[in-house]
């Protein structure tokens, strides 16, 4: 067994000196360069500052292969989840050569020289880190647009990423483990989080400090969640808001991580533990399912409700750092107070909201969460960042053959909708290939790139409150399911199931007929696979249904979701 040191230091490879720094940028901006992905800018922030201990830069194939199969790195240390940086390599890198790192805005973040080039298996990773190869995990339909080799060699950081907010609450290990010696507390209990912190997580997170006399690290995630979680930015306004008004200014150190969770499950929750050892805590709270991505494809859960658990108590003393379990509590409205729930006698009075409630009962109401459920000043701010359903954004995402009825289906949906009184945008195949994707073509990789511009404007869309309607085949399963994890709550797949034969028989444009000829090739239905929904908000038939009985099902649907208001019929005179 290798004992788990955490990092002592400062930062790694980071380049401080003033003159060296203006050599190494300059040398920098003659380099081929590569521009890095949000996740690995957040991955190599944490290799920059010791957040990552011991590992200082991105896997060799030694360590990514160990890892991904036994968990650990070349040199037996435990590590859980495999830090790579795939790529496209650009044309004429090869080994030994430097490579500029940047961020999107092109800013130079860090040189690599590359030491390694290595092909990697993402079916090996999918199965043995999330266990699973299902798409609708979010990481396993992320990697499908992943680099084909990974890379790895020495790094010489310039600059950190760039932030500007909450500056102050962005620290290092370092900075985080000198603050949490200023309060002179032995034992450390962090608290891993990507949600808005209610009652029952106070109220465990008090009990957890006192049954050690120690101190709360509260360790936000502001880097990449689960697709669909509230942002960051009105999360750690409610974590400032509970730090300074509901607990003890000694016992609790606010602290901001820009880790970009992979919702791996029971590996992630030991990475979050090695992470928060580096951090300075030496107890960690585990709670059901941490970390866990939801539901599968065919609605079941990807761990089991106690797996990250176990997997922690195996691992805790190599990690150095004790499992606390997130115990179940409720709420006794008559003593006003939390009991842990295996604690209370049968017919007991007990009050509870789960989390589906938090977000159809209230937030999607617009109802302020009740104070003995979440502080005053949480769920006013949770009230301003989330306005009722019926002003929130929305996806209606048609896929199906050529020819199963998208288009006319969409147009007369825009106008139901219009009549609903919602903003409305309709992103058409055919037409986005007239001009956001003009140029490409019909490859797999082309239809894929085609399929994700679509994705990415629709989640604006989305994001800033309006509703979308895209018409487009998107034959790829996984790549649907990898929008659907990009946009997050307020995607509804509509799967238009048409058989194949029919769509032959409407096809106007004779293309059918062109591919069963020859002259057309990788023709969705003929040469070239179609994957339906395995399970889409709602199915529409097309050949006992007309365009308008399916355009209302869909309205239906969303107005049962809250998306739209019903419309009051006006009374006959």
């Known amino acids: 067994m290798t004992l788990i040191t955490p990092y002592g230091g400062s930062l790694v490879n980071l380049i401080v000196d003033p003159s060296e720094y203006e050599a190494k940028k300059a040398y920098a901006g003659t380099l081929p360069s590569i521009q890095l992905t949000q996740r690995q800018i957040c991955d190599l922030e944490l290799l920059a500052v010791g957040g990552f201990s011991p590992l200082m830069q991105f896997m060799g194939?030694?360590?990514?292969?160990?890892?991904?199969?036994?968990?650990?790195?070349?040199?037996?240390t435990l590590f859980p989840m495999p830090i790579s940086l795939s790529v496209s390599l650009p044309e004429g890198v090869g080994l030994d050569m430097d490579i500029a790192l940047r961020d999107r805005r092109n800013n130079i973040l860090a040189i690599m020289t590359v030491e390694?080039?290595?092909?990697?298996?993402?079916?090996?990773?999918?199965?043995?880190?999330?266990?699973?190869?299902?798409?609708?995990?979010?990481?396993?339909?992320?990697?499908t647009r992943w680099g084909e080799v990974n890379i790895a060699g020495r790094l010489q950081v310039l600059q950190l990423p760039i932030y500007y907010d909450f500056q102050d609450l962005r620290r290092t290990p370092a900075e985080t483990r000198q603050l949490l010696d200023e309060t002179q507390h032995d034992n450390v209990v962090a608290f891993q989080t990507r949600n808005p912190m209610h009652r029952v997580h106070e109220e465990l997170t008090k009990r957890a400090i006192e049954e050690v006399d120690g101190v709360l690290l509260l360790h936000p995630?502001?880097?990449?969640?689960?697709?669909?979680?509230?942002?960051?930015?009105?999360?750690?306004?409610?974590?400032?808001?509970l730090t300074n008004n509901h607990y003890p200014s000694d016992r609790i150190v606010l602290s901001l991580l820009p880790l970009a969770m992979r919702m791996a499950g029971p590996r992630e929750a030991v990475?979050?533990?090695?992470?928060?050892?580096?951090?300075?805590?030496?107890?960690?709270?585990?709670?059901?399912?941490?970390?866990?991505?939801g539901n599968d494809s065919n609605g079941e859960p990807f761990y089991g409700p106690y797996d990250a658990?176990?997997?922690?108590?195996?691992h805790a003393e190599e990690i150095g750092v004790n499992m606390v379990?997130?115990?179940?509590?409720?709420?006794?409205?008559?003593?006003?107070?939390?009991?842990?729930?295996?604690k209370i006698e049968d017919g007991q009075n007990t009050l509870s909201i789960s989390g589906t409630q938090v977000r159809e009962d209230y937030l999607a109401?617009?109802?302020?969460?009740?104070?003995?459920?979440?502080r005053p000043e949480v769920a006013g701010i949770l009230a301003e960042a989330f306005p009722p359903r019926y002003r929130q954004g929305a996806c209606i995402w048609f896929t199906g053959l050529s020819g199963s009825g998208k288009s006319t289906t969409a147009e007369i949906l825009l106008s139901m909708f219009l009549e609903h009184g919602r903003q409305v945008t309709v992103l058409d195949g055919d037409v986005v290939r007239t001009h956001l994707s003009k140029g490409l073509g019909f490859s797999k990789e082309d239809r894929d790139i085609n399929i994700r511009r679509i994705g990415f404007v629709a989640g604006e869309i989305v994001r800033h409150g309006g509703i979308v309607i895209c018409a487009a085949i998107s034959p790829y399963?996984?790549?649907?399911?990898?929008?659907?994890?990009?946009?997050?709550?307020?995607?509804?797949?509509?799967?238009?199931?048409?058989?194949?034969?029919?769509?032959?028989?409407?096809?106007?444009?004779?293309?059918?007929?062109?591919?069963?000829?020859?002259?057309?090739?990788?023709?969705?239905?003929?040469?070239?696979?179609?994957?339906?929904?395995?399970?889409p908000e709602l199915r529409l038939t097309t050949t006992d249904n007309t365009p308008e009985d399916n355009a209302r099902l869909i309205t239906e649907y969303l107005i049962e979701q809250g998306y739209l208001r019903p419309i009051e019929v006006v009374p006959t005179p």
Request: hydrophobic letters at 35%; glycine letters at 8%; a negative charge.
């Open 325 to 342: 379990p997130f115990k179940m509590l409720s709420y006794l409205p008559d003593e006003e107070r939390y009991e842990e729930s295996d």
């Open 477 to 535: 399963r996984a790549v649907r399911d990898d929008i659907r994890s990009m946009i997050g709550d307020g995607f509804t797949e509509v799967f238009v199931d048409t058989p194949l034969e029919v769509c032959e028989e409407r096809d106007t444009k004779g293309l059918y007929a062109k591919a069963r000829r020859g002259e057309i090739k990788g023709f969705t239905g003929i040469d070239d696979p179609y994957e339906p929904p395995v399970n």
């Open 309 to 314: 658990q176990d997997l922690m108590v195996e």
């Open 271 to 293: 990475w979050h533990a090695i992470i928060r050892r580096n951090y300075g805590a030496n107890n960690f709270i585990v709670g059901r399912d941490h970390a866990g991505p």
């Open 365 to 374: 109401q617009g109802r302020l969460l009740p104070e003995w459920f979440s």
């Open 61 to 76: 194939k030694d360590d990514h292969d160990r890892v991904v199969e036994e968990m650990r790195l070349a040199d037996g």
């Open 221 to 241: 995630v502001v880097g990449m969640t689960r697709p669909g979680d509230v942002s960051h930015y009105t999360r750690v306004r409610t974590y400032i808001a």
């Open 116 to 143: 390694e080039i290595y092909e990697w298996d993402r079916l090996a990773v999918s199965r043995h880190v999330f266990g699973t190869v299902d798409s609708a995990h979010p990481l396993v339909a992320e990697m």
